[in-house]
């Protein structure tokens, strides 16, 4: 279907993502700054009439949340809908999608409730809705806000379109732990490059103004400290300092409600041995109170009921604890809906409290115009348009990094591609499955629509491309461990996993290989069984017999360009010692073959830059760059000296370097940039001066980049600092804004980095954001090893 308007809308997107999208906005200090449109007058009164007449059961029906569709959790209700939706005891339902199923029950609620009370739809809509982008990791590698608002805007409009008017979405966990699978939703391990993408991300869905036909109303998620989990274990308990707490896993949570996010989902840990469902420190003193946050808080999956495992209390004393500490939707928890009422009417909660809760659901419905349009429009959904490929295929580019990129003799560096190269072999198990490019999380997305690598290369390389899958994803172990996981039981895809033959597509592979010229291995994990929620790994290697495969066809002595296909770090070593490009592609989404095919052959010039660290071995982790200090530094700041250097009593492995093998920031381009050395706008600066500053900067870091190579190329220049001497040890390194610049072959552009309270300010012991008297290290560079260096000392 042809919709000129949108494509007019895409088009602009486009022409913002080749502006420079220069990310060294400051974030906001504390004040609260609540979504207008929630806090409006006539809104809160159109709000206050219609609870004026509502009666208990009827206001208890808007805390209570449903899937009627598919389960994103363990079991789900299987209970008469209609019904209750006729008796306005259902006020949202999740996981129904489209025009005939959201409308069905729509149109009960506005017209056979009592109240006309319409139903709010949610879905997770994560990463494009019909049109399926990179995973969230990824786009956060594009280090580009913009990316991720064009994303959440075409994700928007096409939820809008299948009755959804709510997206649970976006992720904002910091995520420091790749055992961890649902770091793949994340935008990876830094508080500054998140907080930057959340922002993003909530522009896009909610376009600033919830009423618009467009928008969606965002859940951001998992509040608070999900991405904490001790060992990466999914739903583990969180147990962090309030420091640690509040400037890293807090920061993009905050930029999230501070952009306007309507609503936020509470996670299933706990956090210093308090529930986060039924945590009034983070739901209401720092969600409500310190930040002004006027939307609503749904529960995760079950996670009310499941403080009962907590150990918290019973059902109707946890289902009280939740509700009075914030959480005002039971996501298919079956307990709003079935013990509050008894609280209320014998006293245990006051109906005060269920009335705030009310008043904050309607509030949301009403902004997004349900009541006034609430059904989704008539017109078929649509999928996959060329307009939307164009963007997808875009946007992925940019998300790819090139980790590695060593000449090969009588080829030259290994990438770009050249008629070189006459017959190049494509190998590997991820080189032509159409499912796995979409990632973990793509409810809607048809894997049909998919471009596969095999396909992509085909279209340029016709007969001289050469092809075999190598080995299975996964070995005969790993398959009967997830048929005992599976989601859909006997008939489920798990159930009929192939065991494998690995030997012998091995011996094929190497066969293939040895035809070539050069070899493209597509290797990584599978998205599908093995990341995502519920997907904590104990290693970070290859699945099944992949490594084989990979020492197999390097063993043939041919060169090899590994592209890696994969939702999270993988641990890399052997790899990067043998094999001389590799390429990280993550889940590239429907465009994937196209995206990758175009950064293979230099008609796109990498420019993504890890948003995590990449280690060299799972023992390492969690491994992240912002360290704090120890007193026995093993190898410098950022340890990057072998280890066997220096001395035996140091914060340091026997048996592994510190380091990480591909650090936060890296990412290689065809060209190469050169930095100048930083200035900074003044030397000193009075403490008062930078805590009266505000949002204004008080100094600039400025330098020149310039474009030394051939080709012209997109480098995301980075900021980092160091606060040298505060009370409270600050850590090695803090990113502190971002820019990413495009530059001709030969071209120099000047850049200029403010820095402010809100780039120099931590938290101290009272727990107040401070700024003392220090000197500030600071390194702008291409990645978080920078080496160029200014410093601003900040005096009494
Ligand atoms: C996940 C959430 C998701 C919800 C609804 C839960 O299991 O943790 O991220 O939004 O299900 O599908």
Not at 70 to 94: R, W
């Amino acid at each position: 279907m042809k919709r000129p308007a949108f494509r007019v809308f895409l088009n602009l997107l486009f022409a913002l993502t080749i502006v420079i999208p220069c990310c060294v906005a400051a974030s906001a200090q504390s004040a609260p700054a609540p979504n207008p449109q929630l806090a409006s007058k006539e809104l809160n009164a159109r709000v206050e009439a219609l609870l004026k007449q509502m009666t208990l059961d009827e206001k208890i029906g808007q805390l209570v949340q449903y899937s009627a569709g598919f389960a994103t959790g363990p079991g789900a209700s299987n209970l008469h809908y209609d019904e209750l939706v006729t008796k306005g005891q259902l006020g949202s339902m999740l996981n129904v999608t489209g025009v005939e199923a959201t409308n069905h029950y729509q149109h009960i609620a506005m017209e056979k409730s009592r109240l006309h009370i319409p139903i709010l739809f949610g879905l997770d809509v994560i990463h494009g809705h019909r049109t399926t982008f990179p995973v969230p990791l990824a786009l956060a590698a594009s280090w580009d806000p913009s990316a991720a608002e064009t994303v959440a805007r075409v994700g928007a409009t096409e939820a809008r379109a299948d009755g959804i008017a709510w997206v649970f979405s976006p992720m904002v966990d910091i995520a420091r732990d790749p055992r961890w699978g649902r770091i793949i939703e994340s935008s990876g391990e830094d508080p500054y490059l998140g907080s930057a993408m959340a922002r993003a991300w909530v522009k896009g869905y909610q376009q600033d103004d919830l009423s618009k036909p467009d928008s969606a109303a965002v859940s951001v998620k998992h509040f608070a400290a999900y991405g904490g989990a001790i060992a990466g274990r999914d739903y583990n308990a969180v147990d962090m300092g309030e420091i640690t707490l509040r400037q890293v896993y807090l920061e993009p949570y905050r930029a999230a409600v501070e952009a306007g996010a309507a609503t936020m989902m509470s996670s299933f840990n706990s956090i210093n041995g308090v529930p986060a469902t039924a945590n009034p420190f983070t739901l209401n003193q720092i969600l409500r109170k310190e930040w002004g946050f006027d939307g609503f808080v749904v529960s995760d999956w079950g996670a009310v009921s499941e403080l009962i495992n907590h150990s918290i209390g019973d059902g109707p004393t946890v289902a009280r604890k939740a509700l009075e500490a914030g959480v005002e939707m039971d996501m298919e928890g079956n307990l709003y809906g079935t013990v509050l009422a008894g609280q209320v009417r014998s006293g245990k909660i006051h109906e005060s409290v269920v009335d705030e809760a009310v008043r904050r659901v309607l509030r949301v419905k009403f902004a997004l115009g349900l009541f006034d349009h609430p059904y989704a429009p008539e017109s078929p959904a649509y999928d996959a348009t060329p307009e939307r490929r164009a963007v997808a295929r875009k946007v992925a580019g940019e998300t790819l990094v090139l980790l590695k990129n060593d000449p090969v003799e009588g080829l030259g560096d290994l990438l770009p591609l050249t008629a070189k190269a006459k017959k190049v072999a494509l190998i590997g198990p991820l080189a032509d499955n159409q499912r796995e490019m979409l990632g973990a999380w793509a409810v809607k997305g048809d894997p049909k629509y998919v471009v596969t690598l095999k396909t992509a290369l085909a279209e340029r390389l016709g007969n001289r491309l050469l092809y075999a899958p190598g080995c299975e994803m996964l070995s005969g172990e790993d398959a009967n461990v997830l048929k005992q996981v599976s989601f859909g039981g006997a008939d489920s895809a798990h159930a009929s996993l192939p065991l494998p033959d690995d030997a012998k597509t091995i011996v094929e592979a190497v066969e293939t290989a040895r035809k070539a010229d050069v070899t493209i291995l597509a290797l990584g994990e599978s998205a599908d069984w093995m990341e995502g929620e519920a997907s904590s790994r104990a290693t970070l290697g290859f699945t099944g017999a992949q490594e084989q495969l990979l020492e197999a066809v390097v063993a043939t002595g041919k060169p090899v360009i590994l592209v890696v296909l994969a939702g999270r770090p993988l641990e890399l070593k052997w790899a990067a010692n043998h094999v001389p490009a590799i390429l990280e592609a993550w889940s590239p989404g429907v465009e994937a073959g196209h995206a990758v095919a175009d950064v293979l052959f230099g008609d796109v010039n990498p420019s993504g830059k890890l948003p995590a660290s990449l280690p060299r071995a799972v023992g390492q982790e969690p491994l992240y760059y912002a360290q704090l200090p120890t007193g026995r530094p093993a190898h410098g700041d950022l340890s990057r000296l072998p280890r066997n250097a220096g001395e035996k009593f140091m914060s340091r492995y026997m048996d592994e370097e510190n380091s990480a093998l591909f650090p936060f920031g890296w990412g290689l381009s065809y060209t190469r940039f050169r930095y100048d050395q930083p200035a900074i706008s003044r030397a000193e600066v009075p403490v008062s001066e930078v805590l009266a500053s505000g949002h204004k900067p008080v100094a600039t870091v400025g330098v020149d980049v310039k474009n030394t190579g051939k080709v012209a190329g997109t480098e995301v220049v980075q900021l980092y600092i160091r606060n040298t001497s505060a009370s409270v040890e600050q850590p090695v390194r803090e990113l502190k804004g971002f820019a990413r610049v495009s530059l001709a072959p030969g071209e120099t552009k000047h850049l200029d980095f403010p820095l402010g309270f809100d780039e120099l300010n931590f938290y101290n012991v009272e727990i107040q954001r401070t700024i003392e008297p220090t000197t500030y290290k600071i390194w702008v560079g291409g990645s978080s090893l920078a080496t160029a260096e200014t410093s601003l000392k900040v005096v009494e």
